[in-house]
């Protein structure tokens, strides 16, 4: 009933323990024994080949020491149930199809261009952090881009100039309070203030004619003024 560790059945050859093949070995299908592995073992590495009808190499599997490389038009890896596709690759693009995608490095994910998403989310009760230390941050997107903060703070800083601009619409800012801080005071009288005056503390908000905000004591009437000390020197 055959050689050894070989033996000949019903359905086909099978093999008991160890085996070590000097030569090709030319099979339609290899199985393990039931609840056993299946060990293919090399001691340099171990090479999976798929050649056409006229035996031109059309894939290639290779498990090396240091890295596992496969070569064809298109590598796929695919849910045990359902078959779903987790992740395939071809020459044109790259698709990871799982549910999330989870990048546990510290410095996160680095891309050299653009991303292209519709949804940008963190983890709950995480902050997100949209961050460029030596570039410009752009976000862009042909029908409007929308950042929501539903239960926290939305803070936007930069080292030098944030612009709010909008070419054919309108700036819209809704909040109970809204707060501009750090602006600057003008002065409306070329005499200087008595110190026997009272302390302002009712002050106006004035534009200059480059779009700077300054603050001016408040008066009777309107006490903004274009030759202010603040527009002429900004």
Known sequence: DGMGNLRVTKKGIRLEGISEFLLPLYVKEIHSRKDSPLVLQSDRNVTVNARNHMGQLTG?????????EAQCKR???RASEGGKVLFSADEDEIVIGADR????GTEGAVF??????PHIRAEPSQDLKLESPTRSLVMEAPRGVQVNAAAGDLKATCRKELHLQSTEGEIFLNADTIRLGN?????FSSS???SSAPRQTIYELCVCPNGKLYLSPAGAGSTCQS??????WS
């Open 112 to 117: 050299g261009h653009s991303v292209e998403t």
């Open 227 to 232: 030759s202010s000390n603040i527009c002429l």
């Open 75 to 77: 590598f796929e890896v």
């Open 60 to 68: 290639q599997l290779t498990v090396g020491a240091d890295a596992v």
């Open 192 to 194: 200087p203030p008595s």
């Open 101 to 104: 995608l989870k990048v546990t």
């Open 183 to 187: 602006l600057p005071t003008g002065s």
